[in-house]
């Protein structure tokens, strides 16, 4: 009986037991749960609580300082990216210029008209050149100048001039159509090249001109290879180089040139030929159709031109007298005196200054043909101012305050200050060897040179674009490889440097 108790007792307490730890086991599955959603619901709650302290990105909540600075660098990354693209583009452009060059491009344009131009007359631009090389050569092994006035040997009067170039004897009925052909592509060109060019050209026409004169007056055979009377009697090229010739002698550097050529070339087709200058055997025959007229003409007509190059030619030889026999020079009633007396008439004025230019211009020629040198031949300043037609310094310092000076009056000025810096053994062909001459030379070469300077100074500012012209042609008569003359009137007139002592 108690056993059967005992074991139902025993059985009782078991069952309890599976049943407590049944319960038991029951709750911690439901805590291990409750816990897990606890966890669950807390990082839910925490992820949503930290939303409203991050940014969009997401990245601040990281290190948002860091990223700021990240953002910065980004930024100034970006702006050095536009930076570099901008100059690489400028570089990229520069190169490209470079490569381009268009400046070159236009030079090489502008040569490539010019070498169009003259590509007829090639020939004897070659032979222009080599002449002209030789003369220099010639010029600087007589000179040995190594000094201020290298190179300018014509103007130290050590080299004897040429009246015509040796290569104007070249020329023949061809050559002369295409010198014709090449003054007309070149008169619109303004290049440096260009107006050396014409002047070849024009200095061609002159030799001709001075050659075809001297033959028909002395009668003897021409040494040319064009016959100029049979060419121009050729109507349809006289009609050509009339036209030509007719728009150079309106304006510009060659203008009196072209209107003498002109005459000439009326005179051939005319069947007469104007004595040249320097023929003095048949003087009177050209001046017995002058005598009806005035002495000094007041109007510059094509008739009166001959008649005023035969008065600068007789001027020429008394200079040249009164020089070398000491004479005084005091003869106002010579004609460049009656030309400056006629400037002070307004209506008077501009044909006188035409006839002056004429008549000094070819004055010169006349005193290189006689003294075959460059240089003026004129020892003393009061020379210099008779050469001039004023007779005194006074006067010639109101012409330049009334801007009256012509081109060739300035050219005398130049001329005569750059003679002051030849060598004493170059001057020494003016003023001669004795003793006496170096007394001229000390006395009155700086003289010369003061009183040139300071009336060149005065021009400059009074009539300074006539002033360069005048540079310019004498620079191409006289130095056009080195440019000798305008660098010196440049330095001395225009910067307003003072020479040395000659």
């Known amino acids: ?6 074991k139902s007792l025993s059985e009782i307490e078991l069952g309890s037991i599976r049943r407590m730890t049944s319960l038991a086991n029951t709750d911690w599955t439901r805590g291990r749960f409750l816990a897990t959603a606890l966890m669950i619901l807390l990082m839910l709650v925490t992820g949503a609580w930290s939303q409203n302290f991050q940014s969009e990105d997401g990245y601040n909540r990281l290190n948002p300082e860091g990223l700021k600075q990240i953002d910065q660098i980004n930024e100034a990354l970006h702006q050095a990216g536009k930076i570099s693209m901008i100059v690489g583009l400028i570089l990229l452009a520069i190169v490209g210029l470079k490569m381009i060059a268009p400046m070159s491009f236009l030079d ?28 220099s050569t010639e010029s600087d092994d007589q000179t040995g100048d190594k000094g201020i006035l290298a190179g300018m040997a014509e103007l130290a009067g050590l080299a004897e ?11 023949n009925n061809i050559m002369l159509d295409n010198i014709m052909s090449a003054l007309k592509r070149l008169r619109h060109m303004r290049m440096a090249k260009a107006a050396r060019y014409r002047n070849y050209m024009f200095t061609v026409l002159s030799g001709i001109k001075i050659i075809t004169e001297q033959c028909e007056a002395t009668g003897a055979a021409s040494s040319l290879a064009v016959n100029s009377r049979d060419y121009f009697a050729d109507n349809r090229r006289y009609h050509h180089w009339k036209n030509l010739l007719g728009v150079y002698a309106k304006r510009g550097d060659h203008r009196e040139v072209a209107q003498t050529f002109l ?6 087709k005319c069947k007469s030929v104007a004595v040249a200058p320097n023929a003095p ?7 017995s159709p002058t005598e009806k007229m005035p002495e000094i003409p007041e109007i510059l007509l094509e008739e009166t ?29 010579a004609w460049q005196f009656e030309l400056v007396r006629r400037q002070e008439h307004f209506h008077l004025r501009d044909e006188a200054i035409k006839i002056l230019r004429i008549f000094l211009r070819e004055e010169i020629k006349a005193l290189q043909r006689i003294t075959k040198t460059k240089m003026l031949p004129c020892e003393t300043w009061d020379q210099i101012l008779y050469m001039l037609g004023v007779e005194n310094t006074d006067q010639l310092h109101k012409r330049v305050d009334k801007k009256l000076l012509c081109g060739q009056e300035i050219i005398i000025l130049e001329k005569s200050f750059l003679q002051t810096f030849a060598k004493r053994e170059a001057l020494q062909h003016l003023y001669g060897h004795d003793t006496n001459a170096g007394v001229m030379m000390d006395l009155h070469v700086p003289q010369i040179q003061s009183e040139t300077l300071a009336l060149l100074r005065q021009t ?29 009137i440049k330095h001395f007139v225009h910067h307003g440097h003072l020479p040395s002592r000659p």
């Open 263 to 268: 005459l000439f070339m009326k005179n051939l």
């Open 281 to 287: 055997a048949n003087t009177k025959e050209v001046e």
């Open 460 to 488: 400059h500012q009074t009539e300074g674009q006539d002033l360069d012209q005048a540079t310019e042609f004498l620079d191409e008569e006289e130095t056009p490889q080195r440019h000798e003359v305008v660098r010196l």
């Open 108 to 135: 090489n344009i502008k040569e490539k008209r010019l070498a169009n131009a003259v590509r007829d007359v090639d020939g004897l631009l070659k032979h222009i050149r080599t002449d002209t090389e030789i003369a």
């Open 1 to 6: 009986m108690v056993s059967i108790e005992s």
């Open 305 to 333: 031109v001959p008649f005023i190059q035969q008065a600068a030619v007789k001027e020429a030889v008394h200079l040249v007298d009164l020089i070398q026999t000491d004479l005084p020079v005091a003869k106002p009633h």
């Open 161 to 171: 001039g040429k009246d015509v170039p040796s290569y104007v004897l070249t020329v």
